[in-house]
């Protein structure tokens, strides 16, 4: 039998080194844009919002400062190739603080990948897939993740909040589209909130833990969708990657089989040690795995439910 059970869900912490990529060509053209950006959004935001006023000092921080404000969770931001990260606080005497923080990500797909990093809470209509749970509003926007929360739970506060909320997602206007890789999904016994996107290893461990080792080759040049199933009572857990390039899916593919799945059998499934089933399907340059099932047929089932040839546009 596999060694796989390895994993068992546990969300390690780990220490990876995240590479970030930049061409000095257009650096200064990028940070010129984000500047402006910044700013224009920055000069939108309300004043005050239900009693509560803006403190005297925005704050903005870049991927190299975002561990001086949020240290334990600068990696994610990081992992996802976030801009720059603008953050306000609400002030209103003899009440709770109010803290607004605003993460420009660059595009559509990596503001979606890190909303989905934790998607708990309540849905509410505010912004895109908009949740709200214990004082902390969260949603994605276009580009931007938006996160408003109160250092103490009060109804006054929570209203606030999502008044808040309403007029940065009315400043942001336009939505965003979701990435593409998911149309590939199968969508029957799709568990709600339970997608994650994301294009580097740290991210894919921290929700289901595969290896120290980066044996499916996740990069920036790659697109991956995390997702749990239900169907009648089965349980599992798929997980798709695209790569750029065919001949990078196929090693992957073999990594993947050698350090996680040395005794699949012909039908390229493996029982795990912990009673489970994992399987794997590739084509051209997807690759899609079932990293655990409640039976092998289901984790077939789902292999041939993936969307291998539709196109992601």
């Not at 000095?24 to 053209?29: A, E």
């Not at 949020?70 to 992992?79: H, S």
């Not at 499916?216 to 991956?224: D, F, G």
């Amino acid at each position: 039998m596999s060694k796989a059970n390895q994993h068992s869900h546990s969300r390690k912490h780990l220490s990876i080194l995240l590479l970030i990529f930049s061409t000095l060509l257009i650096l200064p053209m990028t940070q010129k844009t984000h500047a402006r950006s910044s700013s224009n959004l920055q000069a939108g935001l309300p004043s005050q919002i239900a009693g509560w006023k803006a403190g005297p000092d925005d704050r903005v921080f870049d991927e190299k400062t975002i561990f001086e404000y949020i240290d334990g969770a600068g990696e994610v931001y990081k992992a996802y190739n976030m801009r720059w990260c603008l953050s306000r606080q609400y002030v209103k005497p003899d009440a709770t603080r109010i803290i607004l923080d605003i993460f420009d990500m660059g595009s559509s797909a990596d503001a979606f990948g890190v909303f989905t990093h934790d998607t708990d809470g309540d849905i509410i209509d505010i912004g895109q897939d908009g949740r709200y749970r214990s004082g902390w509003l969260s949603f994605w926007q276009q580009r931007y993740f938006v996160s408003v929360y109160m250092q103490e739970e009060s109804p006054a506060a929570e209203q606030a909040v999502k008044n808040l909320g309403r007029k940065i997602a009315q400043l942001i206007g336009k939505q965003g589209d979701r990435p593409g890789i998911l149309k590939r999904l199968p969508n029957q016994g799709l568990i709600d909130g339970s997608i994650r996107y994301l294009h580097h290893p740290i991210v894919l461990n921290y929700h289901f833990y595969l290896s120290d080792e980066n044996i499916l080759n996740i990069s920036p040049q790659t697109e991956a969708a995390l997702a749990a199933y239900n169907r009648g009572g089965q349980k599992a857990i798929i997980l798709l990657i695209a790569y750029a390039h065919s001949d990078t899916a196929i090693r992957s593919k073999s990594g993947f089989l050698k350090h996680y799945l040395p005794d699949v059998d012909a039908g390229e499934a493996a029982l795990l040690e912990n009673g489970k089933w994992s399987a794997v399907r590739l084509k051209d340059r997807l690759l899609a795995i079932v990293l655990e099932a409640d039976n092998r047929q289901l984790a077939d089932t789902l292999l041939g439910a993936v969307a291998l040839d539709k196109p992601e546009e």
